[in-house]
């Protein structure tokens, strides 16, 4: 895109445009009008207009020779006139990303292997654990690995470290890979929108300690996962994927766990894609979720 | 097999034997030995034994040319000495069954259908309900339809008239196809482990009412429903079948109501035909289910 | 919307337009322009360009006051320059439907229980039977049925019948509910992309006859079914959703033919639902389907 | 096991016999009886018989103080008798297992990470790849890596490495992990029922190349893995299981590969576990799956 060469045609980038502002007429005739004037093509777009919220959504891709600022000024009389909340991305570009783990090595296997083998569009610039157990995970992948123990007395030091590398390493996501420490309301207010959890169970049910325990307990006939924006309100923020697998009476808890695994895996990946890729719209309370 | 030739041999019935007993060796081969004994063929057989409770459960389907008086003499040795629950039925005979109704048509038209066009192994001899919406579908299937309404004041007398239907009809099973009554603990105790209902949320998720709306609410995404045993602890009772169905932002609670409408009777029916078939046996508060 | 009262402004018809066109700059600003013009509000918009074809396809749903006219008034501009195929319907206008049946009960039963229940925007004006075991359906349903027999002496002539039904009645959709004989091809040529069928395997496995005996002999562990458009290239229309059942070793044929009816009705269903709610567009031998 | 202590009695071995014999009377109770006989306590059984083949399948898991000598003793008679196939192990020992590979990671890295975290019961002895670019991961699990390149004019020489491979690491399981190259029909005849294969379609559609462009090409909304015995004809042999994953029309051909690697790890995941486990026993060219 930077050398120059009149005889050809720049290959245009591809940006997603994400917005919300409350609903009324004429919206995306103005942003398409807004793009269209700097010769943008709209290749994939979606709208959904939430009668309960009274809220508009719209995520857009569109080619355009146009560079940011170009594009920004374009649209900046329709985000004035309309009041939205808006966020403009290359498309595929890859996201600085933190992950926090303690022992399990099940998610942090599984987003470390997509960065590398499937294109998520992530680019996991540290790994944080209270245990030293995934170092050797993370060194595989050639992740920096940051131990950053945590006790009841440490708790507070523990969270000015992680604030730290979320400043260093310009941080735009951090992943809670079954970390198995409870962040302050103060951090989850610092980073809303931003900590996204893989919590073990089919949320609302077995909120709380040992889901798998509580599951095998009532006897259940499907076990799940919930990928959730973090909140102060612990497991119970914005939901953002959910999954389940067959379970019958002969599993223990244990196998619970091991089964369990794989749903969380893929839950929590899918969570983390999507919003990496601007498709995840926070509406109040719940998410909006473009695919 | 009542007709009498003897040249030719009759065909065998093929019995269902289900029991449940305190675990310990011998039994797999203590139940084989006694219905050897009478000739009999083991053509399925499943056996769990369930470590917490320490119970061990078997479901065998065994052809025999013995009659009922012969098979359950040549087991009661075994019965006695492995101090067992059991059941010995034969197969695919129907469960005379009632289903209870409110307004909702979506169970009450499927389980008729199945019975007629799918052979699922029940008789219902009657269908109850507290209003007449769905007399008219009673009558197509040619059911008798009872109309028992129900109010605060005269709960306890249409309970009475509910008893009364179980007995004169010899009922095997009671249904509660989307009944929006709750039944007295005495009655629950009474008719314990014959009763099968159909909650419309991924139990233990959402219990109580409106569990659409609570759905909704939660920015769930994924819907179900429960099927389980109905004890006097309301939503509580032992889990047959769960089902769940995908759904996004863009689906108001009338729309979670109709997609649940199809994952409420596929798990319904389920529930009612492996209750039918002997396929449920009850371990605590948790359910064996032998497919 | 006929009275008329000065004072209260008449409710807003909501529309949905679908179109396609070849792919280039500028089509959702034209589309969205020509809308607010008439002052239409979007409620509901979704668009694909697909590079493989190099066509563009979009769906919207506007609330306008303007009648039909004013709306083709204002979008004739912008459908000839960009030469689309297009088509504007009320939604939840109710498609005439036509249903042909052969013996199998389930389709029919699923489809007729949802137009009355559960508000499938379908309204089926009759149900065409080669035999005659599902007319006691359509008759508690309340919908004409005609018993038009076809042997291969008369085919030629209840072809014509069929067209007769389709003219008389003013058809839209023609559902083959598991409809046991082939339509010509010059019927098939003059139904395009009106006539949905229900293939009663996961194709293109399994194609043509007895595909569940066929996928018995294979061993499969998943069974399914394909609704499609009928072309006349036998089981080779273009494919609107499909669906799968998980089944074991245990199962013989019968069963599979049972479990395989649940996952025909509601594959079929779907289909029939979203070509009726104009979600179902055509790309070549391909369907875009807007969820 | 082997340490002597008179006061206290060694913990029992669980063994878990798999046999198959042609269906009569009498066999549950006679295999029942030969191991109630060595003080078995049976924890876990399953039967089928088969009435296509005419086969009985049986499994079941026992403890008992008995050594193999003593069982295998106390089951010839039986086995005699019954003319039966037969295999006795102990449960949970972990099968050595050769991975065959190529380029693409997915099944590799999942298999390894299984073994290693999800205590799958396999022991990989080695990693095979025809290129080198798998090494690495191989490396980082502690796998010993052989590079066996084929060629056209290698081909021969390449089998004739497997063979010493499979020979001196006394390899009992050959898992074939997106290996692009054909086994020889000698070499799967002397393999049989000892190589599992993922096919990444699900089978018998899209057999041959490309299956995820010839499914792209049909526009399927389901796309599948098949995980299968190998035999000499290709893409044919018994089917151990298969798993699909919901696609849309949005999707060009590298997402249904992208997709459909997270279905063929799965699908070749469950595979594995269940042949190591000895829940898969072959009936013809099906296979009984007992879970």
């Not at 294109?119 to 595989?140: K, T």
Request: charged residues 25%; proline residues 5%.
């Amino acid at each position: 895109m930077t050398t120059f060469d009149p005889s050809v045609p720049p290959p245009a980038t591809e940006w997603v445009l994400t917005l919300s502002c409350p609903d009324q007429p004429g919206i995306v005739h103005a942003v398409a009008g807004a793009l269209a004037e700097r010769g943008g093509n709209i290749t994939e777009s979606q709208q959904f207009g939430d009668p309960a919220s009274g809220l508009f959504f719209m995520r857009v891709q569109v080619q355009a020779d146009a560079g940011r600022a170009e594009l920004e000024a374009a649209l900046a009389p329709v985000v004035e006139r309309f009041a939205m909340t808006w966020e403009l991305d290359v498309v595929g570009r890859r996201r600085r990303t933190l992950v926090l783990v303690s022992k399990a090595p099940h998610c942090l296997v599984d987003l470390l292997y997509r960065e590398r083998y499937q294109s998520m569009p992530i680019d996991v610039v540290g790994v944080v654990g209270n245990h030293r157990d995934l170092e050797e995970i993370a060194d595989f992948y050639g992740k920096p690995f940051h131990h950053v123990p945590v006790t009841r007395d440490t708790k507070a030091q523990a969270e000015g470290r992680l604030r730290e590398l979320v400043a260093e390493l310009d941080v735009e996501v951090v992943v809670l890979a079954r970390y198995m420490q409870i962040l302050s309301d103060e951090l989850c207010r610092d980073l809303s929108g931003q900590v996204i959890n893989i919590h073990h169970s089919f949320l609302p049910s077995f909120k709380g300690a040992r889901p798998y325990a509580q599951a095998y307990d009532r006897g259940v006939k499907l076990i799940g996962a919930t990928s959730h924006y973090v909140t102060g309100d612990l497991d119970e923020g914005p939901i953002i994927e959910q999954d389940v697998e067959r379970v019958d009476h002969s599993r223990a808890v244990t196998d619970l766990v091991a089964i369990g695994e794989d749903v969380e895996r893929r839950t929590l990946a899918r969570a983390v894609r999507w919003h990496a890729e601007h498709r995840v719209l926070l509406d109040g309370h719940r998410t909006v979720v473009f695919h």
